[in-house]
């Protein structure tokens, strides 16, 4: 299986490339990112095969998570989900706080729907966010890999700072009047909620004009169909090379798609280059209204290419902060 480890391992070597000091002086704003490694061999690799299953959940390395606090109750550690639009619980935190059953409810995920039960909290805290008296659908453990998603139902006006250098998650009030020095080894790409999450301005993905949402709860970076034949039209004349994938994602389905290597991923004043990215028609994209217009999920695999990126949903921007990220360097079949 091609999981998301592997995928980051194939990567690796880029903590092994020059530091942001040694980068050529005639680099541009747009480029100030250390240059991703060419996975042509990756790439080979996995053209070996007539298919290969990606694996898009988030593996326990990558899974960077907020104390919690249930009902008074402390101990309790969420995934900071920013591609979900509730907050979930899991059925042990529900039975060791012996929460009230509620409605049963529709959850719409990557690939399908489902009905859940759902639990009564009076109060959930996690840093300087919280929510009260409300109804949350509780979903089983293997799904979330933790008690508990924070979803964006409880990060309106505050900051997600993920630190992947110190391997450390926060919630913060937003400022959205103050200003932050940023440095040069940091960028500040512009966002708005107009789909209910950060949505990336100003985002193009292999020269194609694309939605973008940061997907702090997903392993691997997935655009849909549309954006593939986008960025297909884009390089008729030049090599596009696709690999048949299955990919697999945290509930143990099964979805069609492909895998590209894209050249450049352009958010504002940042760039990328040679990123991974899967393709396919996800179920979520079809419950947001968007399979027939380019969009893209950014993943915890982009993520990590960055020391530490900031999602301040009360000033609507993305801060990402350049250097040495967390990408696991051990291949993993």
């Known amino acids: 299986m091609f999981t998301r480890r592997a995928l980051a391992g194939g990567l690796g070597s880029i903590l092994a490339g020059p530091s942001l000091s040694a980068l050529p002086t005639h680099a541009e ?7 991703i490694v060419t996975t042509d061999e990756l790439a080979g690799k996995a053209g070996q095969e007539p298919m290969i299953i990606l694996d898009a959940s988030l593996d326990s390395d990558a899974r960077l998570t907020v104390a919690t606090t249930i009902n008074g109750v402390a101990g309790f550690r969420f995934v900071v989900d920013t591609g979900a639009d509730r907050t979930v619980l899991t059925p042990g935190l529900v039975e060791r706080l012996g929460l009230l059953r509620g409605p049963d409810v529709v959850v719409h995920g990557a690939t399908g729907a489902v009905t859940c039960p759902t639990a009564l909290v009076r109060t959930l805290r996690a840093g300087e966010t919280g929510l009260t008296d409300s109804i949350l659908p509780v979903l089983p453990y293997d799904r979330i890999g933790a008690d508990g998603l924070l979803g964006v139902d409880a990060l309106e006006g505050r900051n997600v700072v993920i630190d992947f250098r110190k ?4 919630v913060r009030r937003s400022a959205p009047s103050f200003e932050p020095y940023t440095s040069s080894r940091e960028v500040s790409v512009s966002a708005n909620s107009r789909y209910g999450r950060l949505t990336l301005a100003d985002s193009r993905i292999a020269g194609a004009k694309s939605l973008a949402f940061i997907d702090s709860g997903g392993g691997v970076s997935i655009g849909n169909m549309a954006l593939a034949r986008s960025i297909a039209a ?3 004349r030049s090599s596009d090379q696709v690999q048949r994938i299955r990919l697999l994602t945290a509930s143990g389905e099964i979805q069609l798609g492909e895998f590209r290597i894209i050249p450049t991923i352009k958010m504002g004043d940042l760039r ?10 996800l179920h979520v994209f079809n419950h947001w209204g968007l399979n027939e217009r380019p ?4 993943g915890v695999d982009l993520l990590r290419l960055f020391a530490r990126v900031e999602l301040d949903f009360g000033a609507g921007k993305v801060l990402f902060r350049l250097g040495q990220g ?3 360097t051990v291949l993993q079949a």
């Open 29 to 35: 704003a747009a480029s100030q990112t250390p240059p």
């Open 167 to 170: 391997n450390q998650l926060e």
């Open 234 to 236: 884009k390089r008729r």
């Open 272 to 281: 990328l280059t040679n990123a991974p990215m899967a393709f396919a028609d």
């Open 295 to 298: 969009v893209a999920l950014f």
């Open 326 to 328: 967390g990408f696991p």
